[in-house]
């Protein structure tokens, strides 16, 4: 078990310390963030465009993230020989790849408690920004603290980790990610609504499952197959779930005060499963029959 939570620890640290990852994670939190202020016309919902941008953002930004975590850190592994080493220390090649996975698992963990924060900041700027419009018949506008709160996350995150790089030798990009999960978590003390939190993380625990079967089935190509190629089974694994995306993506279940019940993210859970456990075991058995 100590072995196994190595490769794990390792595998989170190293995706975090990607480039691309925090590429990803900044590009997916400044989407979130100015997409629903600079969308001057309100119709319906004030907090609509901010919901729906941020689980958009958490979606796509996260099914970049794992697909190109999986494969970039298992690839790695082979061609820089690591493998062998690993391999070699009596690590069974089931438990490697499993715990391979749930590095990546835990990495992109990292990106949605990110995202997720930024974007319930964002819908509370819009409610208030709402609130205020409708009382003097004005169109509805962001917020003017929230969307200060949230782009300071966005732009102090790496300026505090290039201060650390600079000052204290640490890595940027692994302390820029986590920076910015920190700020984060902490801009939501502004105006915090524990009401619609509870409402809102059922919807993001279900709109983040889908990316679980694409980082499997990217990770377990890569076993096989260069980056490229196991890349490309990642997406095109993505582009077969398409049909089933309505019943993970459901950002309109809280249109209107409404929410989506537990029951509801918990079978969702339970029916990824079987994709997922498919991938891995494909990956295993390719991994078996690998001469490393």
């Excluded at 620890?9 to 997409?35: F, G, H, R």
């Excluded at 494969?71 to 089931?94: D, G, N, P, Q």
Aim: with cysteine; aromatic share 12%; proline share 3%.
């Amino acid at each position: 078990m100590r072995r196994f939570l190595s490769i794990v620890n390792a595998t989170a640290v190293e995706l975090l310390d990607d480039p691309l990852s925090l590429l990803v994670s900044l590009s997916a939190a400044s989407l979130s963030v100015l997409a629903p202020t600079l969308h001057y016309h309100q119709f319906g919902e004030c907090t609509r465009m901010a919901r729906d941008a941020g689980l958009s953002a958490i979606f796509l930004g996260g099914a970049i993230i794992c697909i190109t975590g999986a494969v970039r850190s298992i690839r790695r592994e082979f061609e820089s020989k690591t493998a062998e080493m690993v391999l070699s220390r009596a690590v069974c090649r089931h438990s490697f790849l499993f715990a391979k996975y749930f590095g990546v698992l835990f990495s992109y963990l990292v990106f949605i408690v990110t995202l997720s924060s930024l974007s319930l900041v964002m819908i509370t700027g819009a409610k208030i920004g709402g609130e205020a419009a409708a009382k003097i018949g004005d169109v509805p506008k962001m917020h003017g603290i929230s969307f200060a709160i949230a782009t300071s996350v966005v732009i102090l995150a790496p300026a505090i980790a290039g201060f650390m790089n600079r000052f204290f030798k640490s890595r940027f990009v692994l302390t820029a990610n986590l920076t910015l999960m920190f700020l984060a978590l902490i801009s939501l003390a502004y105006k915090i609504d524990f009401n619609f939190i509870l409402k809102f993380l059922p919807v993001v625990f279900t709109a983040s499952l889908p990316q679980l079967f694409f980082s499997a089935t990217a990770g377990a190509m890569a076993v096989r197959f260069k980056s490229n190629a196991a890349s490309l089974a990642g997406v095109l694994s993505a582009v077969v779930f398409i049909p089933f995306v309505g019943s993970f993506y459901l950002p309109e279940a809280l249109a209107k005060g409404g929410s989506l019940g537990w029951s509801y993210a918990l079978m969702a859970f339970l029916s990824i499963i079987p994709w997922v456990l498919a991938s891995l075991l494909t990956g295993a058995a390719l991994l078996s029959r690998k001469e490393v």
